[in-house]
């Protein structure tokens, strides 16, 4: 498993990954970015007029972070739409990095698992570091591994509830499965608690925006997420105690004098 | 004009107002008894090109508190306040109404019902059920089970202010000088001045760039130390207007939407203004489909009245903003800017020319606007 984070070579200290949507001004946005002390921030070009560089100025404040930009491909449903948003994503943005969304299913955005297969091998073929968003489906996330996923970022919970950590059997069967890969829960996750939970598992960075951007203090929020995030990544290298079935007490009794014992 | 003597003229101080949308036209008529105000509009006088002409004109200051900061609730409350005295002035009248605002979620949306409810800055609404929704607006889908009433927020008819605005100023013989596009010139190390074929912006004693999205390229040369910040930014909106007979509704309805507030806004004789998108792009296309399908589902989803409605036009442009989409004016010399009202122009135009009044008075600092909101007013040097 690694002991530091990086993307695809590129180290990485913070193990939080921020959104950019949904905020109350650009404002707002930046304060809540740099709270958060991530690096990652991704940003989407869906319903901007890409074409015409329909959110320059936006895309200008995102950038004046210098942090690291991971485009993603939110609303594509086709593996054609999100090769094409790729695409325009890295000419504008000048990072080969895709964060590769394809919904499946309107109701609760859940990702298309067979384009997302194709739609990956395409990518890496035209050069793409691509970092995709899946279930916990151990099967398409080997075929995912197998094209040259250095990263999987399966979702804790449908993306904008905030349910945090639906199903962390499979979660940690993900993590257990792919010691090698690097591991970015996204989506989902709507407390600090559910990603220091996400961070204890093993799992490498979490990815989350609406958690932040709907709190109604974003950069509070996002400071505490920072915390929370580094809290559970000690408390995975620390190692914790095994769980047990009946109580032990924390204190040796033996030389205790008998009436302070119940 | 006429009315005045020569002599009146010459000792009022010229003005000069650039940009003939609400805050330019609103300027003009709040300046004209005392001030020889010119209007310099790069439309032929009907606004289209401004952000003012698709907006739904809601007044709805705690609503928006959703989202906004507590200073401009507050300074949307008092301009609600101070509406209907301005609109007294006009010498035709506008649709105005106080009669609340109704937010309403389904099933699915509740959870953001409630962080809306969370996030307002202030307490005036009272929780509603299905029964009471029902009577106070009986024609909704009974499917909705909880909202909110908001009892004090109000709105107008935008287009209806435009003209009467247009009226009153061509009345009062206010010189309006239309296809007159404006910009500005910024030589290095010298004081801004502005370029219009044909004028001359020396003789003025005061400029108000009330120009919106067209002062864009002036706001980036600004020599400020982080440019983006300093810029200003189209944020693209899209609005339907429909012609629905069959719907009753008789006060707005916001419904909860998970990208953007849907507003439901009926105006007078049959006309409801849905809208409107919120879209971080300067996109100056037409409205696209998926955008029309969003709103027109929405309001059918609100009132099955509006199966039959009749489309009067799908509209969309960009509203100007700052980076912390609150509005500025700012002060260089004898020339102040006045901008970056976002989606918020309707709900503080009055106090944002109250305070341009104080500026002119030399009172800006002791005024009621200054001291809800100090950062409103920016001065340079």
Same mark, same amino acid.
């Given at each position: 498993?690694?002991?530091?984070?990086?993307?695809?070579?590129?180290?990485?200290?913070?193990?939080?990954?921020?959104?950019?949507?949904?905020?109350?001004?650009?404002?707002?946005?930046?304060?809540?970015?740099?709270?958060?002390?991530?690096?990652?921030?991704?940003?989407?070009?869906?319903?901007?007029?890409?074409?015409?560089?329909?959110?320059?100025?936006?895309?200008?404040?995102?950038?004046?972070?210098?942090?690291?930009?991971?485009?993603?491909?939110?609303?594509?449903?086709?593996?054609?739409?999100?090769?094409?948003?790729?695409?325009?994503?890295?000419?504008?943005?000048?990072?080969?990095?895709?964060?590769?969304?394809?919904?499946?299913?309107?109701?609760?955005?859940?990702?298309?698992?067979?384009?997302?297969?194709?739609?990956?091998?395409?990518?890496?073929?035209?050069?793409?570091?691509?970092?995709?968003?899946?279930?916990?489906?151990?099967?398409?996330?080997?075929?995912?591994?197998?094209?040259?996923?250095?990263?999987?970022?399966?979702?804790?919970?449908?993306?904008?509830?905030?349910?945090?950590?639906?199903?962390?059997?499979?979660?940690?069967?993900?993590?257990?499965?792919?010691?090698?890969?690097?591991?970015?829960?996204?989506?989902?996750?709507?407390?600090?608690?559910?990603?220091?939970?996400?961070?204890?598992?093993?799992?490498?960075?979490?990815?989350?925006?609406?958690?932040?951007?709907?709190?109604?203090?974003?950069?509070?929020?996002?400071?505490?997420?920072?915390?929370?995030?580094?809290?559970?990544?000690?408390?995975?290298?620390?190692?914790?105690?095994?769980?047990?079935?009946?109580?032990?007490?924390?204190?040796?009794?033996?030389?205790?004098?008998?009436?302070?014992?119940? | 004009?006429?009315?005045?003597?020569?002599?009146?003229?010459?000792?009022?101080?010229?003005?000069?107002?650039?940009?003939?949308?609400?805050?330019?036209?609103?300027?003009?008529?709040?300046?004209?008894?005392?001030?020889?105000?010119?209007?310099?509009?790069?439309?032929?006088?009907?606004?289209?090109?401004?952000?003012?002409?698709?907006?739904?004109?809601?007044?709805?200051?705690?609503?928006?508190?959703?989202?906004?900061?507590?200073? #401009?609730?507050?300074?949307?409350?008092?301009?609600?306040?101070?509406?209907?005295?301005?609109?007294?002035?006009?010498?035709?009248?506008?649709?105005?109404?106080?009669?609340?605002?109704?937010?309403?979620?389904?099933?699915?949306?509740?959870?953001?019902?409630?962080?809306?409810?969370?996030?307002?800055?202030?307490?005036?609404?009272?929780?509603?059920?299905?029964?009471?929704?029902?009577?106070?607006?009986?024609?909704?889908?009974?499917?909705?089970?909880?909202?909110?009433?908001?009892?004090?927020?109000? &709105?107008?008819?935008?287009?209806?202010?435009?003209?009467?605005?247009?009226?009153?100023?061509?009345?009062?013989?206010?010189?309006?000088?239309?296809?007159?596009?404006?910009?500005?010139?910024?030589?290095?190390?010298?004081?801004?001045?502005?370029?219009?074929?044909?004028?001359?912006?020396?003789?003025?004693?005061?400029?108000?760039?009330?120009?919106?999205?067209?002062?864009?390229?002036?706001?980036?040369?600004?020599?400020?130390?982080?440019?983006?910040?300093?810029?200003?930014?189209?944020?693209?909106?899209?609005?339907?207007?429909?012609?629905?007979?069959?719907?009753?509704?008789?006060?707005?309805?916001?419904?909860?939407?998970?990208?953007?507030?849907?507003?439901?806004?009926?105006?007078?004789?049959?006309?409801?203004?849905?809208?409107?998108?919120?879209?971080?792009?300067?996109?100056?296309?037409?409205?696209?489909?998926?955008?029309?399908?969003?709103?027109?589902?929405?309001?059918?989803?609100?009132?099955?009245?509006?199966?039959?409605?009749?489309?009067?036009? #799908?509209?969309?442009?960009?509203?100007?903003?700052?980076?912390?989409?609150?509005?500025?004016?700012?002060?260089?010399?004898?020339?102040?800017?006045?901008?970056?009202?976002?989606?918020?122009?309707?709900?503080?135009?009055?106090?944002?020319?109250? &305070?341009?009044?104080?500026?002119?008075?030399?009172?800006?600092?002791?005024?009621?606007?200054?001291?809800?909101?100090?950062?409103?007013?920016?001065?340079?040097?």
């Amino acid at each position: 498993m690694n002991s530091s984070l990086n993307i695809y070579g590129t180290p990485l200290t913070s193990r939080l990954f921020i959104g950019s949507a949904l905020y109350a001004s650009p404002k707002i946005m930046l304060d809540s970015i740099q709270a958060s002390g991530a690096e990652v921030v991704t940003l989407s070009l869906s319903r901007q007029n890409p074409e015409a560089n329909g959110g320059q100025a936006f895309w200008d404040y995102i950038k004046s972070l210098g942090l690291h930009l991971l485009p993603n491909t939110a609303g594509c449903h086709s593996v054609k739409d999100a090769v094409n948003m790729a695409l325009m994503s890295r000419e504008l943005f000048e990072t080969d990095w895709i964060k590769l969304e394809l919904v499946g299913d309107d109701y609760n955005l859940q990702p298309d698992p067979i384009a997302l297969v194709k739609a990956t091998e395409t990518l890496i073929h035209q050069g793409f570091k691509v970092l995709p968003y899946c279930t916990d489906d151990l099967v398409i996330a080997r075929h995912l591994v197998d094209l040259g996923c250095e990263v999987l970022m399966p979702w804790g919970a449908p993306i904008g509830t905030g349910k945090g950590i639906l199903n962390p059997y499979a979660l940690q069967a993900f993590r257990d499965r792919f010691p090698e890969t690097t591991i970015v829960v996204d989506s989902g996750i709507g407390l600090p608690s559910h990603a220091t939970q996400a961070l204890e598992m093993g799992v490498d960075a979490v990815l989350l925006n609406t958690a932040v951007a709907k709190a109604n203090n974003p950069v509070l929020m996002a400071q505490s997420f920072a915390k929370a995030i580094e809290a559970g990544r000690g408390a995975y290298l620390a190692g914790p105690m095994a769980e047990r079935n009946t109580a032990s007490p924390s204190t040796p009794t033996i030389d205790s004098p008998f009436w302070h014992q119940s | 004009m006429t009315s005045r003597s020569i002599n009146q003229d010459l000792i009022r101080p010229k003005i000069a107002i650039l940009g003939a949308g609400l805050m330019g036209r609103m300027l003009a008529v709040s300046l004209m008894e005392d001030y020889q105000v010119e209007l310099f509009d790069r439309d032929c006088g009907d606004a289209k090109q401004s952000a003012a002409y698709l907006a739904a004109a809601m007044l709805a200051p705690l609503a928006e508190s959703a989202d906004c900061s507590k200073e #401009i609730m507050q300074l949307g409350a008092r301009a609600l306040q101070q509406w209907p005295d301005f609109l007294s002035k006009l010498t035709e009248p506008v649709f105005f109404q106080k009669k609340g605002s109704l937010v309403l979620a389904f099933e699915q949306d509740l959870g953001d019902l409630e962080l809306f409810k969370s996030r307002l800055k202030g307490d005036e609404y009272e929780l509603i059920n299905s029964l009471e929704i029902k009577e106070i607006e009986p024609g909704v889908n009974a499917r909705f089970n909880a909202g909110l009433l908001l009892p004090n927020e109000g &709105q107008l008819d935008n287009r209806g202010l435009l003209l009467a605005l247009s009226k009153t100023l061509k009345d009062s013989g206010v010189v309006w000088h239309k296809q007159a596009q404006v910009t500005r010139v910024t030589p290095a190390g010298e004081s801004p001045m502005y370029h219009c074929e044909g004028h001359e912006f020396s003789q003025f004693d005061w400029i108000f760039d009330c120009r919106g999205l067209g002062a864009k390229e002036d706001a980036m040369s600004d020599n400020q130390v982080n440019k983006p910040l300093a810029q200003l930014r189209g944020v693209r909106g899209e609005v339907i207007r429909l012609h629905a007979p069959n719907v009753t509704l008789s006060r707005p309805v916001r419904l909860m939407h998970p990208r953007y507030p849907i507003y439901i806004a009926p105006k007078e004789a049959g006309v409801f203004v849905v809208g409107a998108t919120q879209i971080e792009s300067e996109d100056s296309r037409k409205p696209t489909v998926k955008s029309a399908l969003e709103l027109l589902s929405a309001c059918f989803s609100v009132h099955r009245g509006f199966a039959e409605a009749e489309i009067l036009a #799908i509209e969309s442009g960009c509203r100007p903003a700052y980076w912390d989409n609150e509005p500025k004016i700012k002060v260089s010399g004898n020339i102040v800017s006045v901008n970056g009202l976002f989606r918020h122009g309707y709900l503080l135009a009055p106090v944002m020319v109250e &305070q341009c009044l104080h500026l002119l008075k030399g009172t800006e600092k002791s005024s009621v606007v200054t001291k809800i909101m100090p950062l409103l007013m920016v001065k340079d040097g």
